[in-house]
T-cell receptor
Framework: AQKVTQAQTEISVVEKEDVTLDCVYE???????LFWYKQPPSGELVFLIR??????QNEISGRYSWNFQKSTSSFNFTITASQVVDSAVYFC???????????????FGQGTELSVKP | NAGVMQNPRHLVRRRGQEARLRCSPM?????VYWYRQLPEEGLKFMVY????????ESGMPKERFSAEFPKEGPSILRIQQVVRGDSAAYFC??????????????FGAGTRLSVL
């Protein structure tokens, strides 16, 4: 069965520190996608990134970077030089590959609440 | 470009009443997903719909819950005879297609249901 684990429930850092949010997943599919979403205090869910299972290249977008390692089934998210506006709950998710290679439901981890203090 | 629109943002119901949650997908998106976020829990999948079809309802409770996505109009998540345990945030997401390559789900702001 598919499963996503975010072992860190809460993380608190001081502004300008780097912080890494861990995500470990389980799946039997060979084709799958991994996602990160941000849920700020206002409550909406904001899409951050999607990676497919065939592309293990790390990705950087501004202060955000993602490290995908199939060997350890991990898809970790690093925020460099954190800012107060980064305070949010961050969710890692896995998309199943259903019949006919269709996209389907997202399986979410429990989320990591990041608090960045000034 | 409007995003995924959910209404109402907040809904208060008394036990036994019906709750109707609406979701209008992003323009050009024909696939809708509903998720529920219970207090202290992560997001759990409920149902996946395409226009006029339910593709996957494996996360829907067996009773009182139903969903539709008609040819015209928004998707509706309907909860009959609400109970206190239904109090949660309900999120709708839409995607442009069914293939994995198109399956980026964009979320609405959610509907917070409170059952008194």
């Amino acid at each position: 069965a598919q499963k996503v684990t975010q072992a860190q429930t809460e993380i608190s850092v001081v502004e300008k520190e780097d912080v890494t949010l861990d995500c470990v997943y389980e799946t039997r599919d060979t084709t799958y996608y991994l996602f990160w979403y941000k849920q700020p205090p206002s409550g909406e869910l904001v899409f951050l990134i999607r990676r497919n299972s065939f592309d293990e290249q790390n990705e950087i977008s501004g202060r955000y970077s993602w490290n995908f390692q199939k060997s350890t089934s991990s898809f970790n998210f690093t925020i460099t030089a954190s800012q107060v506006v980064d305070s949010a709950v961050y969710f890692c998710a896995l998309s199943e590959a259903k019949i006919y290679n269709q996209g389907g439901k997202l399986i979410f981890g429990q989320g990591t609440e990041l608090s960045v203090k000034p | 470009n409007a995003g995924v629109m959910q209404n109402p943002r907040h809904l208060v119901r008394r036990r036994g009443q019906e709750a109707r949650l609406r979701c209008s997908p992003m323009k050009g998106h024909s696939h809708v997903y509903w998720y529920r976020q219970l207090p202290e829990e992560g997001l759990k999948f409920m149902v996946y719909l395409q226009k006029e079809n339910i593709i996957d309802e494996s996360g829907m409770p067996k009773e009182r819950f139903s969903a539709e996505f008609p040819k015209e109009g928004p998707s509706i998540l309907r909860i009959q005879q609400v109970v206190r345990g239904d109090s949660a945030a309900y999120f709708c997401a839409s995607s442009p297609g069914q293939s994995l390559a198109k399956n980026i789900q964009y979320f609405g702001a959610g509907t917070r249901l409170s059952v008194l």
